[in-house]
């Protein structure tokens, strides 16, 4: 599976911006697909995440402004983000967890894109 982020940029704080991650490949084997994000000198952190069905988690510093989508006919994941805060800037990741059923059980695998910067400033 290939991951490609885009719509990353330089926002002022209070506007919004939509990033996308276009996936490639075996994407059969993709059930839930997340958003991470990773501020300079911080570790990698969960934003919002979005399972097959739909089900959504949120960070709670991004609830009410963050809203995660996807459309599996595309292989396209999106994040909208509203009210921007200069807190926000960082490199924002795709990820998708794969699982493939075998007779023995399962196998599960992780894939990540490349990231998109997302500045915002004050």
């Known amino acids: 599976v290939q991951l490609v982020e885009s719509g990353g940029g330089l926002v002022q704080a209070g506007e919004s911006l939509r990033v996308s991650c276009s996936a490639s490949?075996?994407?059969?084997?993709?059930?839930?697909m997340g958003w991470y994000r990773q501020a300079p000198g911080q570790a990698r952190e969960l934003v919002a995440r979005?399972?097959?069905?739909?089900?959504?988690d949120y960070a709670d510093s991004v609830k009410g402004r963050f809203t995660i989508s996807r459309d599996n006919a595309e292989n396209t994941l999106y994040l909208q983000m509203n009210s921007l805060k200069p807190a926000d800037t960082a490199v924002y990741y795709c990820?998708?967890?794969?699982?493939?059923?075998?007779?023995?059980?399962?196998?599960?695998?992780?894939?990540w894109g490349k990231g998109t910067l997302v500045t915002v400033s004050s």
């Open positions: 490949g075996r994407t059969e084997c993709i059930e839930a």
């Open positions: 979005i399972s097959s069905g739909g089900s959504t």
């Open positions: 990820n998708a967890h794969c699982v493939v059923h075998i007779i023995e059980g399962k196998n599960e695998f992780d894939y």
